[in-house]
């Protein structure tokens, strides 16, 4: 039996189909789940600290052992005329700035939900920042368009940035200075010093 929810406004090309064995409603999902964040930062209503930032950008694919839900579309070459359709895992490793949500079952940008830029043109795309992507059928391609989109780029420079601080502490420009300010600390001491004994 799956489960199928009803709306005023349908994709009849692409219809959310859940296993048996996972209800939307009872997926354990903790505070890390990329959905609820892109949820509350695009509201106001919280800021991301770096813990759970490193958290999300570390547990942006689903275990192993987790079986994505299936979309259906309508396909002419097959028998019934419909065909399955599911995220690919193959697509996190050519993609990395993407994370899935299993609370929302879809995908979201990283870069544009947690390093969030302006745009030039002042309008977002919706899909993969504000709401889950769901297209599995034209996912390759669609994915491939938001990595060259402007303001895409500059959150990935962003993260990128964020990722290199975090993996080299020693970058941080607050660290170098304490690490300078030491030095300088040290310097001023020996000098005082030698002045003193003399």
Known sequence: MCTVRRCRNVDWDAINVLPLTQDPVCVKVGVTDIGDIACRIM????????????KLINSRMPEDDFKFPAR??????EKDGLKRRYCSRDWFRVFDFIAYSKQLDGLFCLCCVLFLVTSAAGQRAKALISQPYRNWKDAKSDLKSHSNLFYHQDSKALMDGFLWTAK??????ENRLSVEREHLVSRNRTVLTSIVNH
Request: charged fraction near 35%; charge should be neutral; avoid cysteine.
């Open 43 to 54: 509201s106001r209503a919280t800021a991301v600290d770096k813990d759970t930032k490193m």
């Open 168 to 173: 080299t502490p020693e970058n941080i420009i």
């Open 72 to 77: 259906i579309y309508k396909d002419t070459n």
